[in-house]
């Protein structure tokens, strides 16, 4: 028994001292910084919501996303709305995602879920741009799947991101998607 308290004083005595040697040699790394979300309120979507979710993950380090079931700062919601699906967000994390039933039906799931992240994570709409840019959303049409960001997306998140979480977000707004009017 005294040997064991002893052990685990040394233990503890090594953790107290570490982080204060690790400051004074190198300047702190950037930190990554973690934004949790919630799939409870859009169970149709979950797997497209978590695939969108690690594309985003594999692109990016300065922020991560991670699902968990209570204390999130970011809900994905379903239902039906006339005007679409959207994300209502500070672009700082915080917000809810909703995803509409018959936007989900014509065009790629995860190309929305991943597409909507974007907003909370600070990008905005580019409806003129190509397939390849997540952010064009539903501007390529409906035969655009591509659901990762692209090189100067992932770039930009990084930069917004480099600082770590920005508390002072401002109000949230609300991002629907309008669907470009059919063409011919
Ligand atoms: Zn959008």
């Not at 702190?28 to 797997?47: D, E, I, K, L, Q």
């Not at 390529?140 to 090189?151: D, I, V, W």
């Not at 770590?164 to 059919?182: D, H, M, S, V, W």
Request: hydrophobic share 35%; glycine share 10%.
């Amino acid at each position: 028994m005294s040997r064991k308290f002893v052990l685990s004083g040394a233990v503890a005595l090594a953790f107290a001292v570490t982080p204060v040697a690790a400051t004074a040699a190198t300047a702190a790394p950037a930190a990554t910084t973690t934004v949790y979300y919630t799939t409870s309120g859009a169970p149709t979507f979950r797997a497209e919501i978590n695939a969108g979710a690690a594309n985003w993950n594999r692109a990016v380090s300065n922020v991560k996303l991670v699902e968990r079931s209570s204390g999130a700062s970011l809900e994905y919601v379903e239902g039906n709305d006339p005007q679409g699906s959207y994300a209502q967000t500070d672009g700082h994390g915080n917000g809810t995602i909703f995803i509409d039933y018959t936007q989900a039906q014509q065009y790629n799931k995860t190309r929305i879920t991943a597409h909507e992240t974007g907003h909370v994570l600070g990008l905005p709409d580019h409806y003129s741009g190509p397939c390849s840019e997540l952010m064009s959303g539903g501007g390529p049409g409906p035969s655009c799947t591509n659901a990762n960001p692209n090189a100067q997306e992932t770039a930009r998140v990084q930069q917004l991101w480099a600082n770590g979480f920005r508390t002072a977000g401002g109000p949230q707004e609300r991002i629907y998607e309008k669907l470009p009017a059919p063409v011919g």
